[in-house]
């Protein structure tokens, strides 16, 4: 694992689309609203989930899995609806 971190951080052009890629979904990691900060760190709490499950191998039960983000998913949906007139 941290042979590849270390590999895309010497790659400037692999970190490059990876910046891209999570712009183009919208991360934007100087909010400044509170909504845009709890959107941006359940953003990055979806990525960690991702992380440990499928590159560092931690064993999530599906219970635990999508109880995480079904959880995000509330708090996104309740957070567009309060923005609504």
Same mark, same amino acid.
Do not use: H
């Given at each position: 694992?941290?042979? !590849? +971190?270390?590999?895309?951080?010497?790659?400037? @052009?692999? !970190?490059?689309?990876?910046? @891209?890629?999570?712009? #183009?979904?919208?991360? +934007? /990691?100087?909010?400044? @609203?509170? *909504?845009?900060? =709890? !959107?941006?760190? #359940?953003?990055?709490?979806? =990525? %960690?989930?991702?992380?440990?499950?499928?590159? +560092? %191998? /931690? *064993?999530?039960?599906? #219970?635990?899995?999508?109880?995480?983000? *079904?959880?995000?998913?509330?708090?996104?949906?309740?957070?567009?609806?309060?923005?609504?007139?």
């Amino acid at each position: 694992m941290a042979s !590849l +971190v270390a590999a895309l951080k010497e790659s400037s @052009t692999g !970190l490059e689309q990876i910046e @891209t890629w999570y712009c #183009a979904r919208g991360l +934007v /990691l100087e909010a400044t @609203t509170p *909504d845009d900060i =709890e !959107l941006r760190n #359940a953003f990055l709490a979806a =990525e %960690g989930a991702f992380f440990f499950r499928y590159l +560092v %191998g /931690l *064993d999530f039960s599906e #219970a635990v899995w999508n109880g995480i983000f *079904d959880a995000l998913s509330l708090r996104i949906q309740q957070m567009k609806m309060s923005r609504c007139p």
